[in-house]
């Protein structure tokens, strides 16, 4: 994530402290110096971002092993009119926390927000195998909530900061099933909010829902992106709500809607689909990888500067 927000804007995220959520937000220096706040669910930080009481949220939206946190996605498709500013991914290391003292085998029930247990499975498959799994609002609650009961054999699943934080030992160290685990975390903001400007190495967020179900819709979609040379990096369908068998299609890909390319992609889709859902351009997290979009963009201009000579060539009707 590039640039900065305001040190008096106000970003909500998914408390109390010592979440995910919490360590990936403070990872991000443009963003660690603004008011942060604290609310009780992703619900809740989108709803305050559309309703003013937040200028930002920051939220998780997808897991390297659990994939797609659905919340957040079905919000940000139906219930919400935000657009992504910007995306940030978190290596996650995931902590079986609990009193001092207390040994992994003597763990009979553990308390986790699920998408963090999920993580864990087959850890807690072969290491506490008949363990009940207690689901929570958040990692930190979890660890909040185990560091209060005080009840015997009960732990959690969460971050080192939050057993700092709420007084408790880490059990056990990187429980999670993959090494390669991470979140992304994406920043929201009210839709009439500005885009960010390119930076080269940028991401766009769309989601598309089909005139109507019929052979061929989805290769017709991917058909637009694939003819400007517009790399996906994500493909995923949900249910509309509208029927069973009803689904739209969230698409992100390389570009920003300042790229002519993309903008030329995104007015055919408008044009065809019954709608199209603008979820943001933004800097894309990871390494910079401008050239090939450049290139691309490029190639298109000068396409384009080609049809307009062409056309302004086409003579009115009745000259010769």
């Known amino acids: 994530m590039t640039g900065a927000v305001s040190p008096f804007a106000t970003i909500g995220f998914l408390g109390p402290p010592g979440t995910f959520t ?6 991000e220096p443009g963003l660690a110096g603004a008011d942060l706040r604290p609310l009780p669910s992703f619900v809740h930080v989108l709803s305050a971002v559309s309703e003013g009481g937040a200028d930002y949220g ?3 939206l997808e897991n390297s092993i659990e994939g797609t946190v659905s919340i957040t996605l079905d919000q940000l498709v139906f219930d919400r009119d935000l657009i992504i500013v910007g995306e940030t991914v978190l290596p996650v290391t995931q902590n079986l926390i609990g009193p001092a003292g207390l040994r992994v ?3 009979k029930r553990v308390v986790s ?3 963090a247990s999920g993580q864990c499975r087959g850890w807690l498959a072969d290491n506490v195998p008949d363990v009940e799994l207690v689901a929570s609002t958040s990692t930190a609650a979890a660890v909040h909530e185990v560091a209060d009961a005080g009840a015997p054999g009960t ?3 969460g971050t080192a900061l939050a057993a700092r934080l709420y007084g408790l030992e880490v059990l ?3 429980i999670e099933d993959h090494t390669a685990n991470s979140t992304r975390f994406v920043l929201v903001a009210p839709h009439d909010a500005g885009i960010p400007a390119p930076t080269g190495h940028d991401k766009t967020s769309v989601v598309c829902f089909q005139a109507a179900d019929r052979p061929g819709s989805l290769h017709g979609i991917l058909g637009q992106f694939s003819a400007r040379d517009l790399n996906l990096v994500k493909l995923e369908s949900r249910p509309t709500k509208e029927g069973l068998g009803e689904y739209c ?3 992100d890909f390389e570009g920003h809607i300042a790229d002519a390319v993309v903008a030329d992609c995104l007015r055919e889709l408008h044009a065809g689909l019954r709608a199209l859902k603008f979820l943001g351009s933004y800097p894309a997290a990871g390494e910079h990888g401008p050239a090939r979009r450049s290139q691309a963009d490029r190639a298109w201009k000068s396409a384009d500067r080609w049809i307009h000579e062409l056309r302004s060539r086409v003579q009115a009707p009745g000259q010769s």
Do not use: Q
């Not at 919490?22 to 990872?27: D, G, I, K, T």
């Open 113 to 115: 927000f699920p998408h």
């Open 22 to 27: 919490e360590e990936a937000l403070r990872s």
């Open 105 to 107: 085998d003597e763990v």
């Open 58 to 60: 920051f939220v998780a």
């Open 249 to 251: 299609f969230i698409i």
């Open 155 to 157: 732990a959690a699943i």
């Open 172 to 174: 056990a160290a990187g």
